[in-house]
């Protein structure tokens, strides 16, 4: 037996309970000299090959049958480089042994991570191929302060714990080993004791890529290179430019028509990107991709952050998808869940026996809707932890944009609880000041690591100063969900006409706080599941009525102020709800199937992305008063809104919408600039599958005063419908003097 090792140690490492393997394992200087030692469980014999010359240098002793190795090196008084040649029975392998690498982690990064302040932790904590003493191989960090012991394990070691115990950091609560040899692919977990002895098998929080569910291991892989952002991507974001976004859910967009099976990244790309394209959209933003163990939580329950899910491939596949939608200039925003988190045992909860990342109380950790864990804002490595992980999506995969999750629910500590089931913040109030402080940290972070990508935030509250800066007290978003305009708006389109006169209010009262933020208008995947009805189940009527409502809706969305989103199948008007283990109802496009009324409402969307594109009165000034004026807001008794939009040029678009089956003709309307208008665009085109009510040719304001206006215009508003006309020319109106006045 060793001199310096006691049984109880070496019984401690086959029990796997011993917590600082390099004070004895490894190289050591003793009294009578060089000493090695060396763990190999069920090894017969070791030998030490001096690494220069490849020769061997001595036989290390079996001090514990079970296979701990231990020797003196004989005529050695300093410190080698050396290998271990390791029998089992008659095979034998060189190794290198991973208990002779010196601590990997630099003053700068122990300071950093001890205050929990890394910029980019996910650059040192996970699995990381590196090099040392010129030896590839794999750097395993862990943060797990109250852990008493952590190993790795995997493929590469029999998923046994006590072949490679971890190095702890106590200044930071970072356990570290370097394994040379280890491969791309290869699957992991960490092992721990946690602090109340218990066994804990963990997947990596930081790790970059994971095991196909159900099952849950970490993957190895590389750290994906920095992609730039570009001018032309970053000019897209901005919010005097045309912004349409098509929602999508990866897994159901399309699937597999053999066996309805998930299409991967490249796949999805070679059909979405040329789609997308072709509808007009300018941006796409995927349902959340960080893996997530449940499929039916469509990735609002993630798990591994930092990993794109394994469903559809590798993290390579994704970048390819990102850089393909580039190519054709379409940016990509990806939906961001910081908010929280499941329970599942290989996951974050309870990570090393105490509520490292959650709350310990369940008033402030548990979500009772969800079933799922709040993280601990509060705690300086766990926002560490969430804010580098959007630096992570924006930086490494070049992504444009995110979009925060249920931000309401993160920053009210009364989120959909009743009294007495929330604890008030330290001055009584009601409001997540912890979470606030992340959420306006992480939107710095983006405004000055990734200037040009943009955050959006599904708020769905009147709090105030979503998109103001965090310097002039805002949370420091680009722009909001106007969740108000879309619950308002669909009721509305939800009654029958003959009732729409009663709450015509509720398509006007979005412009009371129009200029309070910068609005995207959301028609989300949130309103077509969970029994709500697909958007054109919401319609009253007939086929002919609900597809007509449907088009003057869409229309008078893209004319009104604020950016665009609509979820994957309602832009052809998909009859049935989402179902996210199918594809969509592609086959609705076939005439035979469809009879045209899908087409129609695809073909109108198309039109409406292109001509929103065109018109740069319908978004450039969308977040200033002087883009929009009324022209006619109170004509509740037929049911007509009539608005103006404007450029910083002073071109004009009239959007004149009628929800009543009625066809309104010699419908007079007051204007603001005399002169020569057409129409553009109107849903009830027969190539929409409408009944083609129109107005050809110019249109010529009269010298006739309506709603407040000096001139007007006399059109036909068709039923169901919503038009666009748009200045042509002005004419100059003769001022009248004051003697004819007099006169």
Known sequence: MSNLVSQSVINSFFDGTHSDPFAVLGMHETEQGIEIRALFPDANHVVVIEKENQKAVCELKAIDGRGFFASVIPNVDSFFAYQLQVFWGSESQIVEDPYRYHPMLND????????????????????????????????????????????????????????????FHPQNGVWELFLPKVALGELYKFELIDCHGQLRLKADPYAFAAQLRPDTASQISALPEVVAMTEKRRKANQVNQPISIY??????????????????????????????????????????ISEFPFDGSWGYQPLGLYAPTSRFGSPDGFRR?????HKEGINVILDWVPGHFPSDTHGLAAFDGTALYEHADPKEGYHQDWNTLIYNYGRNEVKNFLSSNALYWLERF?????????????????????????????????????????????????????????????????????TLPPEN?????????????????????KLDPIYRQYHHDKMTFGMIYQ??????????????????????????????????????????????????????????????????????????????????WHSGVQELVKDLNKTYQKETALFELDNKPEGFDWLVMDNHQN?????????????????????TPVPREGYRIGVNVAGVYEEILNTDMEYYKGSNVRNIGDIVTDEIESHGKAQSISIIVP???????????EKKVAKTSEKETKK
């Open 108 to 167: 700068m990064e122990n300071w950093l991570l001890a205050e929990g302040s890394l910029l980019r932790p996910y650059e040192v904590l996970g699995a990381h191929f590196m090099e040392c003493d010129g030896v590839s191989g794999v750097n395993f960090r862990l943060w797990a302060p109250n852990a008493k012991r952590v190993s790795v394990v995997g493929d590469f070691n029999y998923w046994d714990g006590r072949r490679h115990p971890m190095r």
């Open 247 to 288: 929602e999508v859910h990866l897994g159901s967009w399309r699937r597999n028509l053999e066996n309805n099976f998930w299409l991967d990244y490249d796949e999805i790309a070679e059909e979405l990107i040329p789609y997308v394209k072709e509808m007009g959209f300018t941006h796409i933003e995927l349902l959340p």
């Open 321 to 325: 998808l990102v850089e393909k939608a």
């Open 398 to 466: 070049g992504l444009d944009g995110i979009r925060v999750d249920a931000v309401a629910s993160m920053i009210y500590r009364d989120y959909s609880r009743a009294d007495g089931e929330w604890i008030p913040n330290q001055y009584g109030g009601r409001e997540n000041l912890e979470a606030i402080e992340f959420l306006k940290h992480t939107n710095y972070l983006i405004g000055t690591q990734m200037p040009g990508a943009i955050s959006v935030a599904e708020e769905s509250t009147a709090f105030a100063g979503v």
């Open 473 to 493: 007290g805002g949370l420091g978003f680009h722009f909001k969900w106007n969740m108000g305009w879309m619950n308002d708006t669909l009721s509305y389109m």
């Open 515 to 596: 200029y309070s933020e910068n609005y995207v208008l959301p028609l989300s995947h949130d309103e077509v599941v969970h029994g709500k009805c697909s958007l054109l189940g919401k319609m009253p009527g007939d086929a002919w009525q609900k597809f007509a409502n449907l088009r003057a809706y869409y229309g008078y969305m893209w004319g009104y102020p604020g950016k665009k989103l609509l979820f994957m199948g309602n832009e052809f008007g998909q009859g049935r709800e989402w179902n996210y283990q199918e594809s969509l109802d592609w086959f609705l496009l076939d005439d035979f199937h469809g009879g045209g």
């Open 639 to 659: 049911s007509v809104f009539a608005f103006e939009r404007r450029s910083e040029a002073g071109e004009r678009v009239l959007v004149i919408s009628n929800f």
């Open 719 to 729: 039923p169901l419908a919503t038009v666009y006309l748009k200045l042509k020319s």
